[in-house]
């Protein structure tokens, strides 16, 4: 029979449910895939439960029905989370054991892994994956394999991703009323980072940027391991807010005018290019047109912000000068116009949109770095639970 | 302990509990203290104790392990409450970059909030020595105290200790210092003056604020206070802050020659080197026995943080905190976020869209 998996992601914007067979060979194929436009949620957090459930009872629905079309009963029982927003936080976590001889051992490894993962986050911050950085001997840091080393203390440092305890519970309240059940939270910037970056990204060092509508996430690869990530609530939404604001219009007209006109780099010379229609929301707010520097200027700046933000967390971590592969651009944000140029310039390190690299079945998608994290997600679920099926570990990073 | 104040001072962790020690030390009036950290040792030599994680760590200490701290004043926040008993106000002392210092203030801040006590943090950032693990357990925690505390002050050692001294002589040094700019600040919340600055006018000064910036100086002699003024003019610790200032506290401690145009002329410079702000608060206290011939200035820049003083008014009724609600305006541009919890980086409201917070006036 073949292995199947869920992934269920309550984006600001949409809320997005894929479900993923594993292939003959190993691969993952991303079977079928619903997005609807999600209602009840801000910011990446829920903030109406009924209206939360109601986008999930569609898009369960919607996933169904198009399994039914193509000929499989299918019943979605449970799905992984993706989970973003500013409740995600990083924090590194160093554990400690005594070498039990001369030499560092295999037990001594397992013992050190095993302390690691037996820690515990506060009661309110709930786990979402852990990266084994580097062990330590006796003071001796950045070795990748201990064993046979001497020396008495053996330390691991691993990077722990944990999110408000609350917040999960909250989606797992509101996936309960469409009769879904909730497997493990994911990080979305990190599973997008496992989806769009090759081996040899990683190893090289590489920055994956997770535009989303309601905040904007990363994951930093360095020597091949996950090394930083967090997530902050600042994306798309607040570039839509700030078109509406200036320009005295709706919301949806200026999503409009972000996807359609907007570019989030100012161009050299604005006297040749015309100016953008905006329609008219009544009959006193008739019909006009809007300056393209003006518009661009708006979203310019809130996307520089947006940036610095990451460029200082990074610069906080020295790792902005260790990314050589660069940055790669997930999220429904990595479309708009002129946004590589502008990474590229703000963090000075090239910059592309990305795409799963490992799944099949998204090769019609028109935008497939917005479905990265999910493709990312559908993948831990592949690799994790087909041969484990009963435990619910996380990604051992420096050991896969 | 005098239990008839309504301010607490709290020192967090072993280094500040010892610039909390030096502060009470420094005055001449009962001031009620507690110490709280992870180390039985630092409650050995006497006065109001709180050992956080006791179970936990068996009183070793956090071993600079920033979430074992916060477990450790999870597992035993509710010991504070014996020393809260009528606080109104608390100033909390503590050096991020160690574990103790930035794990368990964070958690005695959001207890602090949710009693509806206000708080002041006066917390450093670590030496650049001191190493990267540090800085980044400091980076880490401190928009989290900034969220929940009234107003957090953060003051770099390299800055408090200043010149090029070596590195034993440097801790000593940044913490002498600290403690001296909290002992001025505890006198005039204490200390009664000509214009007073009592717990209530500090509560209501830090409404709305988040995080400022904090610096003293001192002089004697003909020209005191350009002496003071130029001081702070030139301080860095002052000129650190990239969000606007909304409101200046300038707090001036001197002995019974302290002439009308001498504190007229500290508050205009202040106003000039600071800049256009919403609101100035003066404060002067009075006293012959420690300052006689001196002149000792307290400034304290707060900058401006409105949409959380619109998130706090929301939560009046549940945290019994009373404040001005009903003055408050939403900042203009949120928008799709009016009715949501902001996101506040450095004291910018960022769901103000960002080309009306730089000022850029659009080409139409």
Redesign the interface.
């Known amino acids: 029979m073949t292995n199947i998996y869920a992934a269920l992601e309550i984006g600001s914007t949409s809320t997005v449910l894929a479900v993923g067979e594993a292939e003959t060979g190993g691969r993952l194929k991303i079977s079928c895939k619903a997005k609807i436009p999600s209602t009840g949620v ?2 990446s957090q829920i ?1 109406n439960m009924n209206a939360a459930t109601q986008s999930i009872k569609s898009v369960v629905m919607a996933v169904e029905k198009q399994q039914a079309e193509a000929g499989d009963s299918l019943t979605i029982g449970n799905a992984f989370l993706v989970v973003s927003g ?1 409740h995600v ?1 990083a ?4 554990a400690t054991v005594q070498v039990e001889g001369a030499k560092v051992g295999d037990d001594d490894i397992d013992d050190v892994v095993e302390a690691s993962r037996l ?5 309110d911050r709930e786990l979402l994956d852990i990266s084994d950085l580097c062990f330590s001997l006796d003071g001796l840091s950045g070795i990748r394999n201990p064993k046979g080393m001497s020396g008495r203390i053996l330390k691991l440092d691993t990077l722990q991703i944990h999110a408000d305890r609350n917040r999960i519970d909250d989606a797992r309240t509101a996936a309960e009323g469409a009769h879904l059940e909730l497997r493990d939270p994911l990080f979305a910037a990190a599973c997008a980072a496992d989806a769009v970056l090759s081996e040899s990204d990683r190893r090289s060092g590489a920055l994956v940027i997770d535009l989303g509508g309601g905040s904007t996430g990363y994951a930093v690869y360095s020597d091949g391991m996950l090394t930083a990530a967090n997530a ?3 994306g798309g ?2 570039v ?3 078109i ?3 320009f005295q219009t709706t ?1 949806a007209h200026a999503e409009s005018l972000k996807l359609a006109s907007a570019s989030a780099v100012l161009q050299g010379d604005y006297d040749a290019v015309p100016r953008t229609n905006l329609p008219g929301i009544t009959p006193i707010v008739q019909a006009r047109t ?2 393209r ?2 518009l661009d ?2 979203v310019n ?2 996307m ?2 947006i940036l610095s ?1 990451v460029r200082s967390e990074l610069e ?3 790792m902005l000068h260790r990314l050589h592969a660069g940055a790669v651009l997930v999220g429904g944000g990595a479309y708009m116009r002129g946004i590589c140029e502008l990474v590229q310039r703000e963090l000075g390190i090239p910059a592309k949109i990305g795409a799963p690299l490992y799944v099949d079945g998204l090769e019609s998608d028109k935008s497939p770095a917005a479905c990265a994290a999910i493709a990312g997600a559908l993948m831990f679920a592949h690799r994790n639970y087909e041969r484990k099926p009963a435990i619910g570990g996380f990604f051992k990073r420096f050991f896969k | 302990m005098s239990d008839s104040s309504d301010i607490l001072l709290v020192g967090v962790g072993g280094a500040a509990s010892k610039a909390v020690r030096k502060i009470v030390a420094s005055l001449d009036f009962t001031v009620r203290s507690v110490l709280v950290d992870t180390d039985a040792s630092t409650g050995r030599d006497g006065g109001d104790f709180v050992l956080f994680g006791g179970d936990r760590l068996s009183g070793a200490g956090s071993g600079g392990d920033v979430v074992q701290a916060r477990l450790a004043a999870e597992d035993s926040i509710a010991h504070m409450d014996e020393h809260l008993a009528g606080v109104r106000l608390a100033a909390i002392v503590t050096c991020l970059g160690g574990g103790t210092g930035a794990g368990a203030a964070l958690e005695i801040v959001k207890h602090l909030e949710l009693r509806g006590v206000a708080s002041v943090v006066f917390a450093t950032l670590p030496f650049r020595f001191e190493g990267e693990e540090r800085m980044r357990n400091a980076i880490g925690v401190r928009s989290l105290i900034e969220e929940h505390s009234s107003v957090t002050f953060l003051l770099p050692m390299d800055k408090l200790a200043g010149g090029d001294r070596r590195m034993d002589e440097a801790m000593s040094s940044a913490l002498a210092v600290l403690s001296a700019g909290v002992s001025l600040f505890w006198r005039l919340v204490e200390t009664p003056g000509y214009i007073s600055m009592d717990t209530a006018r500090m509560r209501k000064l830090l409404s709305g604020a988040r995080r400022g910036r904090f610096a003293f100086a001192s002089a004697e002699g003909p020209g005191r206070v350009d002496s003071v003024v130029a001081e702070l003019q030139s301080t860095s610790l002052l000129s650190a802050g990239d969000s606007p200032v909304r409101s200046i506290f300038c707090g001036i401690l001197a002995g019974d020659d302290l002439r009308l145009a001498e504190v007229a002329q500290t508050a205009d410079a202040l106003r000039e080197a600071f800049g256009r702000v919403s609101s100035f608060n003066l404060a002067t206290v009075n006293d012959e026995k420690n300052f006689s011939g001196k002149l000792e200035v307290v400034a304290m820049l707060l900058e401006s943080d409105d949409a959380r003083l619109d998130n706090d008014a929301d939560q009046t009724s549940k945290r019994g905190k009373k404040q001005q609600s009903s003055l408050s305006a939403a900042p203009l541009g949120r928008g799709r976020f009016n009715n949501v919890e902001p996101t506040v980086l450095n004291g910018e409201d960022l769901d103000v869209p960002t080309y009306v917070r730089r000022n850029i006036n659009l080409d139409f």
């Open positions: 801000k910011k903030i500013r936080n924090d590194m976590y160093q820690f515990h986050l506060p009661k902050f609530g600042v939404d607040h839509t807010n700030d509406a604001y200036a919301q809007i300056s520097r003006a200027t708006v700046l809130r520089k912000e933000i906080g971590y020295d």
